[in-house]
């Protein structure tokens, strides 16, 4: 089992940068696969990111690709969302999710924080 807690939110001007951190406990942090999801008022959640294990292999959701950058620090137990380019549009409460298995991770992870506030104005 991992616990995962998220930090780095805040409010940033379009165009702005913001890096989210994403701190899990546990020794066995480095076997799991772990992402970045969203959720805006009045939407359904949504995933932004993924890295397996490794960090070999990552995801990028569309609306993000040229923006944001997924990384893991396997030694500090410690996943990274950095973000760039902001646009209002990206405003959400972003969550950190982890799970045993890459494919899953991307759909319905087992573990999940409790989320950051993320604001972009205009």
Not at 31 to 44: I, L, N, S, T, V
Not at 57 to 65: E, G, L, R
């Amino acid at each position: 089992q991992v616990q995962v807690v998220e930090s780095g939110g805040g409010l940033v001007q379009a165009g702005g940068s913001l890096r989210l951190s994403c701190a899990a406990s546990g020794r066995t942090f480095r076997y799991y696969a772990m992402g970045w999801f969203r959720q805006a008022p009045g939407k359904e959640r949504e995933l932004v990111a993924a890295i397996n294990w490794s960090g070999g292999s990552t995801y990028n959701a569309d609306s993000v690709k040229g923006r944001f950058t997924i990384s893991r620090d396997n030694a500090k137990n410690t996943m990274y969302l950095q973000m760039n380019s902001l646009k209002p549009e990206d405003t959400a409460v972003y969550y950190c999710a982890a799970d045993e298995q890459y494919d899953r991770v991307t759909i319905i992870p087992r573990y999940w924080g409790q989320g950051t506030q993320v604001t972009v104005s205009s």
